[in-house]
């Protein structure tokens, strides 16, 4: 069971909520990063999943601003949803425009929602600005949208756009402006550091300020421009604020907003405040994160970071031999948390570096058979991951490539299919350039020849590879290349240079990498690529028999 340690925790017991509603905001905010693009299914499937982890309120969009979000907000009502509430984004009418002529406002009523974020302006220096309005006609627009909202049955939600800024400014002002959003109804204040440039000191300074001067709960919505969206949050909650927005993996404008992925289990996990309606236990709650974060940077059609806190694929990956030694006793001697409560896991890292504590941790990690640093399988091992280490093979990002050299020195390899001979053609022109790849495999006592067309020669190969494999192996049509990298692991400008190449692979569930080095830029290729397949092929069987 997940014990919240203390480590500080009772010094703050009288200011900390016992729970925080979650707003994300990643399809609305999310949506506005640079070179990010959600097709209608994928913001189905974000929605669907944010709600199956227990989030309180998405998010959708801006109906008065982006017609296609009217769309969304029709498919959303085909699905029932157990735990989030829809909510829509607004910003106060314009000016010179009474409220029930504003077209922006009247579509936020047509997509049905119940629940509407409305934001405006508390920097005074923007009244004028960016609005061109005077700060009172500014607290008239709020006055107007609120109690608009409010006579057509919605709740609102209020988020006052570069509050911090404004409250440094002019601090009388920014505040009357939340304190008339409050008294017009609005549920819930939410403070933005709409330009992210706050820092955690500034934060709770604010917060504890302004909590005495209004009367609903008190949220944030912070911008990671300086790198404290995460930080800010966090101090607003230590704070007294008890409503918080977020965007899966940081997603927004510029450097993006605070990250769901890291606010959640810092608040659950860290500080035992319950952000989340499910009702699962704490140790099971935080479990989809990581398939989550997966998931939407699949629909957003960017490359994962790996190094993300919690959800990373190398958040808990160990490279040193001291650490690795450490946590084969103690998980907690380098990590702060079980990567399994954030649907994580643990990686142990081999390279030419590493000694027998890590040969045996990965062994064990990988096959799941326990060895002593002495024994002489180990030692075979390490003098072969060193062999590998001095043909340039890089093998600490290179997972897959690790897992086939020890199931053969295990004696659990077993031959699937064998390359037995490979020819690649390129052929180009001033219009245009074609490849094409030739390959022999022997599948089952079968030998299969099979060519291809690609747009170069690796990919040729590939399609080859994958037509001579289909019939016995059906399963590799799941297994697609999602990274192709060739390295000069010299400085040299020979073209007859040593090249390593690295190749990574999904199947959708999973991520490995391959690699392998030669003088032939298509060779080392093929050698990746057929580590990749095999690697797929030899993991699935030896899950399958192990039931």
Excluded at 273 to 283: D, Q, T
Aim: aromatic share 6%; glycine share 6%.
């Amino acid at each position: 069971m997940h014990k919240v340690e203390d480590k500080g925790r009772s010094l703050l017991l009288d200011s900390l909520p016992t729970e925080v509603e979650v707003l994300d905001s990643t399809l609305r905010e999310g949506s506005q990063a640079r070179g990010i693009s959600f097709t209608l299914k994928s913001k189905i499937r974000i929605v669907l999943e944010l709600d199956k982890i227990g989030v309180h309120i998405i998010e959708l969009g801006w109906p008065g601003s982006t017609p296609k979000d009217i769309e969304l907000f029709k498919a959303v009502k085909e699905y029932e949803l157990v735990n989030a509430r829809i909510a829509a984004f607004s910003s106060t009418r314009k000016k010179d425009f009474s409220v029930d002529k504003d077209p922006s406002l009247n579509a936020v009523l047509d997509s049905g929602s119940d629940l509407v974020v409305v934001f405006g302006k508390s920097w005074k220096k923007q009244c004028k600005t960016i609005l061109n309005v005077s700060p009172e006609e500014n607290m008239n627009m709020i006055s107007d949208t609120i109690t608009f909202f409010r006579d057509h049955g919605l709740e609102v939600i209020y988020d006052a756009e570069h509050f911090f800024d404004g409250y440094f400014e002019d601090q009388e002002y920014a505040v009357q402006t939340i304190k008339m959003a409050d008294n017009c109804g609005a549920s819930r204040i939410v403070l933005a550091d709409t330009n992210g440039g706050m820092l955690p000191h500034q934060i709770m300074m604010v917060v504890r300020n302004v909590l005495p001067c209004i009367k609903k709960p008190l949220g944030v919505h912070m911008h990671n421009d300086s790198g404290n969206a995460v930080a800010n949050t966090i101090m607003a909650v230590l704070s007294g604020a008890s409503h918080v927005q977020v965007t899966i993996n940081g997603l927004g404008e510029r450097t993006g907003n605070a990250d769901l992925c890291q606010v959640l289990p810092n608040l659950e996990l860290k500080l035992g405040i319950r952000a989340l309606k499910s009702k699962l236990p704490i140790e099971q709650r935080l479990r989809g994160l990581c398939y989550l974060s997966n998931m939407v940077y699949e629909a957003a059609g960017i490359p994962r970071n790996p190094y993300q806190p919690y959800v990373g694929e190398y958040a808990f990956a160990h490279k040193a031999g001291v650490h690795i030694d450490a946590i084969t006793k103690n998980y907690g001697a380098y990590e702060h948390i079980e990567p399994e409560l954030v649907g994580n896991k643990r990686m142990i890292t081999v390279s030419d570096l590493s000694g027998r504590s890590t040969i045996v941790a990965k062994i064990a990690n990988e096959l799941g058979v326990s060895l002593d640093k002495k024994e002489e399988i180990v030692g075979s091992l390490l003098s072969e991951v060193k062999k590998m280490g001095l043909k340039d093979l890089e093998l600490d990002n290179a997972d897959a490539t690790v897992y086939l050299t020890f199931l053969k020195h295990f004696n659990l390899y077993r031959e699937l299919f064998e390359v037995t001979e490979w020819m690649t053609v390129a052929e180009g022109c001033v219009d245009a350039s074609r490849a094409y790849g030739l390959i022999r495999v022997k599948v089952r006592g079968e030998t299969q020849v099979e060519g291809s067309e690609g747009v170069g020669p690796v990919n040729a190969i590939d399609l080859a590879l994958r037509k001579a494999l289909m019939k016995n192996y059906p399963e590799l049509n799941r297994v697609r290349l999602t990274d192709y990298k060739v390295i000069l692991p010299e400085i040299s400008r020979d073209t007859a240079s040593i090249v390593r190449v690295f190749i990574e692979f999904t199947d959708n569930d999973n991520v490995w990498r391959t690699t392998a080095t030669s003088t032939n830029l298509v060779e080392a290729s093929v050698s990746a690529l057929v580590q990749g397949l095999d690697y797929y092929l030899q993991r699935s069987r030896i899950k399958a028999n192990n039931g």
